[in-house]
């Protein structure tokens, strides 16, 4: 990064110099007006805009850091982008919304190479932007309860950066205890690992700093931007590789996880399903039968095909109901109402109707058409069977239909 500045300063100086010797005509000391209240509409347009570059030497493609940034970044309107320059990139949003989110969180990264981002009004020349550094979110752990003072966390906060927020009780998604703050961390400084709190009468104590999240850095020298193999000639052995993973934080794993073992607790109001049956269960499941042996699926069955309701509560050996399984009955279909008298001394057992098992019933009573009824009933002939009636006798012709429809 200091080779690219001191590009830009002998650019610089080089133009100054051919400046002095340079004559300029008069049509070219023409000036362009631009009045007042343009000046304001234009600076109301700028509002929401940003710069950016990305903190490294390497090449890149500007289409594919636009795209990776639209894609994190998932904005409500699709910003305007355009190259300023050598790793100079100015964003336009179209709301206060999408602007505080590019500008004020993050931090954002591409290709694991930090993305400084810097309010931008639009006057300034982009090569002038001065880039501070990148806010991240970072740890202070093994803080006494005693001391665990917005005071003491603020003065212990500024020898890592400049503080922006500080979160005394925050929700505990890293391992360990700790106080979180955001703040900015100047890629031209190497990262801080601890900070010290000196306390009368009991001495120093050394706090270990952990990062949530952080681009790549050196091991050796602690700087952001490169790799420890792309320090100086990159040959270092472990006991100079004074940075590591170590000073990233952990994500916590969450400690209730759920046991198969446990069994199945219902929600209220969602145990039953549609038609009266078991609904979804709500909470950890009971594990299922491994083994044959565990189902029972060995176990002697009584005589004849059985059927049970596991939804029915035992009341006793009554109605042959056995009380371990729950209802069970024998799946004969003989009617429990049948009656065992002897029929014409045969020993045929009648069921309830009457009707002699094997025998061939009787034929069902002929139709009779509604209107022949009518006529039976109208001439009041009562001792006609209607069930003796052969349809011949009884079917209508179809002129006598016709009639009966005319005279209706």
Same mark, same amino acid.
């Given at each position: 990064?200091?080779?690219?500045?001191?590009?830009?300063?002998?650019?610089?100086?080089?133009? *100054?110099?051919?400046?002095?010797?340079?004559?300029?005509?008069?049509?070219?000391?023409? =000036?362009?007006?631009?009045?007042?209240? +343009?000046?304001?509409?234009?600076?109301?347009?700028?509002?929401?805009?940003?710069?950016?570059?990305?903190?490294?030497?390497?090449?890149?493609?500007?289409?594919?850091?636009?795209?990776?940034?639209?894609?994190?970044?998932?904005?409500?309107?699709?910003?305007?982008? !355009?190259?300023?320059?050598?790793?100079?990139?100015?964003?336009?949003?179209?709301? $206060?919304?999408?602007?505080?989110?590019?500008?004020?969180?993050?931090?954002?990264?591409? !290709?694991?190479?930090?993305?400084?981002?810097?309010?931008?009004?639009?006057?300034?020349?982009?090569?002038?932007?001065?880039?501070?550094?990148?806010?991240?979110?970072?740890?202070?752990?093994?803080?006494?309860?005693?001391?665990?003072?917005?005071?003491?966390?603020?003065?212990?906060?500024?020898?890592?950066?400049?503080?922006?927020?500080? +979160?005394?009780?925050?929700?505990?998604?890293?391992?360990?205890?700790?106080?979180?703050?955001?703040?900015?961390?100047?890629?031209?400084?190497?990262?801080?690992?601890?900070?010290?709190?000196?306390?009368? /009468?009991?001495?120093?104590?050394?706090?270990?700093?952990?990062?949530?999240?952080?681009?790549?850095?050196?091991?050796?020298?602690? $700087?952001? /931007?490169?790799?420890?193999?792309?320090?100086? =000639?990159?040959?270092?052995?472990?006991?100079?590789?004074?940075?590591?993973?170590?000073?990233?934080?952990?994500?916590?794993?969450?400690?209730?996880?759920?046991?198969?073992?446990?069994?199945?607790?219902? *929600?209220? /109001?969602?145990?039953?399903?549609?038609?009266?049956?078991?609904? !979804?269960?709500?909470?950890?499941?009971?594990?299922?039968?491994?083994?044959?042996?565990?189902?029972?699926? *060995?176990?002697?069955?009584?005589? /004849?095909?059985?059927?049970?309701?596991?939804?029915?509560?035992?009341?006793?050996?009554?109605?042959?109901?056995?009380?371990?399984?729950?209802?069970?009955?024998?799946?004969?279909?003989?009617?429990?109402?049948?009656?065992?008298?002897?029929?014409?001394?045969?020993?045929?057992?009648?069921?309830?109707?009457? +009707?002699?098992?094997?025998?061939?019933?009787?034929?069902?009573?002929?139709?009779?058409?509604?209107?022949?009824?009518?006529?039976?009933?109208?001439?009041?002939?009562?001792?006609?069977?209607?069930?003796?009636?052969?349809?011949?006798? $009884?079917?209508?012709?179809?002129?006598? $239909?016709?009639? *009966?429809?005319?005279?209706?």
């Amino acid at each position: 990064m200091e080779t690219a500045a001191a590009a830009t300063s002998s650019k610089g100086a080089a133009l *100054d110099d051919l400046l002095k010797h340079l004559v300029l005509r008069d049509d070219e000391k023409e =000036d362009v007006m631009i009045a007042a209240e +343009q000046v304001k509409e234009f600076k109301k347009e700028a509002w929401w805009m940003a710069i950016a570059k990305v903190h490294t030497t390497r090449s890149f493609s500007a289409e594919a850091l636009f795209g990776k940034m639209k894609a994190i970044w998932n904005l409500s309107r699709e910003p305007n982008c !355009r190259e300023a320059g050598e790793n100079l990139f100015i964003f336009q949003m179209h709301c $206060l919304g999408d602007w505080k989110k590019v500008v004020h969180q993050g931090p954002w990264t591409f !290709r694991g190479w930090a993305v400084l981002i810097e309010d931008y009004d639009g006057c300034v020349d982009p090569e002038k932007v001065a880039f501070g550094g990148m806010y991240t979110w970072a740890q202070i752990h093994g803080l006494p309860e005693l001391y665990r003072k917005i005071p003491i966390v603020d003065n212990l906060s500024r020898k890592i950066g400049k503080t922006k927020e500080v +979160q005394m009780s925050p929700k505990l998604l890293f391992e360990g205890n700790y106080v979180r703050l955001r703040v900015l961390i100047e890629v031209e400084k190497p990262l801080s690992r601890f900070v010290f709190l000196n306390i009368e /009468g009991e001495g120093r104590k050394m706090l270990f700093v952990k990062y949530e999240k952080l681009p790549y850095f050196c091991r050796h020298c602690g $700087l952001i /931007g490169h790799d420890h193999e792309e320090c100086g =000639d990159g040959d270092w052995e472990e006991k100079d590789l004074q940075y590591g993973t170590w000073m990233l934080a952990s994500r916590r794993t969450s400690v209730t996880q759920p046991d198969s073992r446990s069994p199945i607790i219902r *929600d209220r /109001g969602r145990d039953r399903g549609r038609g009266n049956r078991p609904g !979804r269960a709500v909470g950890t499941f009971q594990s299922r039968k491994s083994s044959s042996q565990e189902a029972d699926l *060995d176990a002697d069955e009584e005589d /004849g095909e059985t059927m049970t309701s596991p939804l029915k509560t035992t009341t006793g050996a009554a109605d042959g109901m056995d009380s371990d399984t729950g209802v069970r009955r024998n799946l004969n279909f003989v009617n429990e109402n049948s009656s065992t008298e002897d029929i014409g001394g045969a020993g045929q057992v009648a069921n309830a109707g009457g +009707q002699i098992p094997g025998e061939v019933p009787p034929p069902p009573p002929a139709y009779i058409d509604p209107r022949e009824r009518a006529k039976i009933r109208k001439t009041g002939d009562s001792k006609v069977d209607t069930n003796t009636v052969s349809e011949n006798q $009884l079917a209508p012709s179809a002129a006598s $239909l016709e009639e *009966d429809r005319r005279a209706q």
